[in-house]
C-alpha cells in the first residue's frame, strides 16, 4: 500500500469507505482482532480490480481528534486492511483518512478541514498521487455524506443502504446507485461499465 504512488497511465478507481461498507461498524475501533470484513466484500473488491480498478479506501477517523486513538493506531488498522486483502488477492492501492473534527478534544486536529467527508479532500488526494480520472471512478459508501464526497469530487456514487429515510434524505446529494451490500454494489458498477464502454 502506497498513498504517494505515481502512476504513469490514467487510473480509475473504487473509493471505498471503510465502517459500515466494507467492515462491520464497532464504533472508534482500532483493536485488529475486533475487525469484521463484510460477507462478500473481499471478493468484491478482487473482482472490480481484476477489471482495471484502482481499491482505495477512505475513512473518516475522528476518534484522533477526539483523543480516542493515535493517528498511528489508524495507520496499523490501514496495515492490517492491507493484509487482510492480499489475502484474497487484493491490493489495497490506498489507505486515506482524516483525523479531524470541528468538536475534537485534541488541540492540533479539532478544526475544520476540505478532507472530512462529505468535502471531497481525501478523494481529490487520491487522485493527485495515482493519477486518477475522477469521472470514471466511483465512490462506494454507507452514508450521504461518502456521496456527497464522490459527488464533489466528480465520481459516480454508491450508496449502501436498507433504509429508504437514508436515501432521501431532504436535501441530500442524490447517489448514483444504490445497493444493500458491497458485492451488489460491484455488480452494479460493472454493469455500468458495460454500458459506458
Partial sequence: MNNTQQHGKINKAI????????????????????????????????????????IIVVTNQSGVARGFFTEEAVINVGNVVATELANYCVTLDGFYFCPHHPAGSVAAYARP??????APGMLLRAAEDFNIDLQNSWMIGNSLDDVAAGRRAGCFTLLISDTETTRDRAGSIPPTATATSLSEAAAIVLENQRVLV
Fill in 15 to 54: 473509493f471505498v469507505d471503510k465502517d459500515g461498507t466494507l467492515l462491520v461498524d464497532v464504533p472508534y475501533n482500532v483493536d485488529p482482532s475486533r475487525m469484521e470484513f463484510y460477507e462478500g466484500a473481499r471478493e468484491s473488491l478482487r473482482q472490480l480490480q481484476e477489471h482495471g480498478f484502482l
Fill in 113 to 118: 478541514c476540505n478532507c472530512r467527508k462529505p
